[in-house]
């Protein structure tokens, strides 16, 4: 019999539809899968099985009434971060110990909606800050990807490491994941799935553990670029509760998958070839430009002056937000409390005790780029910085490109522990230079795998669009997909 597991939320929607399978033999298929591989690959920090298999009950009696939402009876994987009733949602933190919210988030009240079935919680990077998932207080995630001939663990990436790697490994059939400057694109590459970044105010942020709020965005990561659509459209809405969560309708973006990506101008940024960039980079990316030309796309020379500053700017208003977001975490309302001799001292001690190193020194940057002698040097300037980021995009759109092509990362993925990139948390932050500006410009962003390097590891393109043109995203990206194939990793665990 085929492993249930193996099927993409498409071929499961029509078996469920068909009756040829039911949404418990789905849920059960998935719960011990879990069970076998997650002391291995921890991506799970929590595993909520009778909530599962009481959902996928409930899916089963409306599908047997030819009923049920867009995804009913689909299980998927949630990231930590997002606010889930009576469910562990930590961001990862030890800081937020026991917490178990008394309120769903919009985009998970939107999948339980539409049917879908929930897992558990997916490991990530504390608070959403990595991208390595090695921050987690939870411990790091392993990919289920390893290099050809060896058995050396190597990182999913961040901070949606425990979403890639529960898709990867068909630990769940897709995930949701968010993204600050590059964690639904930067971990999709390194697993051979695929994730898109929406537009920011596609997506409600109601009920997600707030990083930074300027640009935070929930997002998918899916097998394929046809489950990426459906997943979105699905995590999509209009919200009240956010306010900047926009007031326009949620197309039908599995609508777009298939169709001609002929006439499309398609442009390739100059600055994005940067020194010391592998060879396999630029040949992945030069492939990407001559699969797209074949399929009828235009490829137009562009340029985006700025992008050298994204990152140094992204790194100050990033903490920046990160420092005012986290204040709330100080032992009194929910999570951790390590008692002081007074109010004070219960304050530090909790936020020491609480906070893993990563999050203390974007704390610290925050406060102080922040602080009144620092603002206008930094804060300020950073923000300028973001506008000349945006308005770089803004001319290439308005001179008729209809997306961007780039490499996604400027690596495959890494060893768990790489002396390296720990000794300068710089390096560590070099995997986002191809995402970040993303992020900074507010614009849907897709990574898609490409192929494998040579040691048969991962690699993505990434696509960039206008502002709330997922659509040109999800056609583009399925003519990479369809001339690349799809990438499924070896089981070992
Ligand atoms: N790696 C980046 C950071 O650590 C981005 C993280 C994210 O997108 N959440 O801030």
Known sequence: MTDLTSFTIAEAREKLRAKEITATELTDAYLAAIDAANAELNAYVAVTADKARAMAKVSDERLGKGEGGALEGIPLGVKDLYATEGVHTQACSHVLDGFEPRYESTVTANLWADGAVMLGKLNMDEFAMGSSNETSYYGPVKNPWRANGSNKDLVPGGSSGGSATAVSAHLCAAATASDTGGSIRQPAAFTGTVGIKPTYGRCSRFGMVAFASSLDQAG?????????????????????????????????????????????????????????????????????????????????????????????????????????????????????????????????????????????????????????GYYDAYYLRAQKVRTLIKRDFEIAFDAGVDAILTPATPSAAFGIADQDLHADPVKMYLNDIFTVTVNMAGLPGIAVPAGLDHQGLPLGLQLIGKPFDEDTLFRAGYAIEQAAGRFTPEKWW
């Open 220 to 372: 998918p990561i899916a097998r394929d670029v046809r489950d990426a659509a459906i997943l979105l459209k699905s995590m999509a809405s209009v919200d009240d509760k956010d306010t900047t969560c926009v007031d326009a309708p949620v197309p039908d973006y599995e609508a777009a998958v298939g169709q001609s990506v002929k006439g499309m101008k398609i442009g390739i940024p100059a600055e994005y070839r940067m020194d010391g960039m592998p060879e396999e980079i630029e040949a992945l990316w030069q492939q990407g430009i001559a699969w797209l030309k074949d399929a009828g796309a235009e490829i137009v020379d562009i340029h985006l002056p700025h992008t050298k500053y994204a990152l140094p700017a992204y790194y100050i208003v990033a903490p920046a937000e990160a420092s005012s977001n986290l204040a709330r975490y100080d032992g009194v309302r929910y999570g951790l409390r390590v008692p002081g001799k007074d109010i004070a001292d219960m304050y530090e001690k909790t936020r020491a005790e609480g906070f893993g190193d990563e999050i203390k020194r974007r704390v610290m940057i925050g406060t102080y780029v922040l602080s009144a």
